[in-house]
């Protein structure tokens, strides 16, 4: 088995749209790209409420896995909730 290049992605560090380039290749992963041709989902982790955390994508350009963060933080900055308790999945 080649040995998956892991990369990690903050969405909150993302001007626009949530386009990024591939940290390895450059390939532009966009949300709005069902195509399949870029990119593929292979994970996708959510809270008890149903929410984003954690996207899990492999890009299909250079197979690097990339994980996507920041959910959280734009669902605070979109709703201002006063809730800050944390919950720790184990
Ligand atoms: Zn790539």
Redesign the pocket.
């Known amino acids: 088995m080649p040995r998956t290049l892991l990369y990690r992605v903050d969405l909150t560090k993302i001007e626009g749209e949530g386009d990024f380039?591939?940290?390895?290749?450059?390939?532009l992963?966009s949300p709005d790209d069902e195509s399949g041709l870029n990119?593929e989902i292979v994970d996708i982790k959510t809270d008890r409420q149903g929410r984003l955390r954690e996207l899990i994508i492999i890009?299909?350009?250079?197979?690097?896995e990339?994980h996507l963060e920041g959910f959280e933080l734009l669902d605070e900055l979109e709703e201002e909730i006063e809730d800050t308790s944390e919950e720790e999945d184990i």
Do not use: R
Not at 21 to 27: A, E, I, L, W
């Open positions: 380039p591939c940290p390895s290749c450059g390939n992963i990119y890009c299909k350009k250079c197979g690097s990339i």
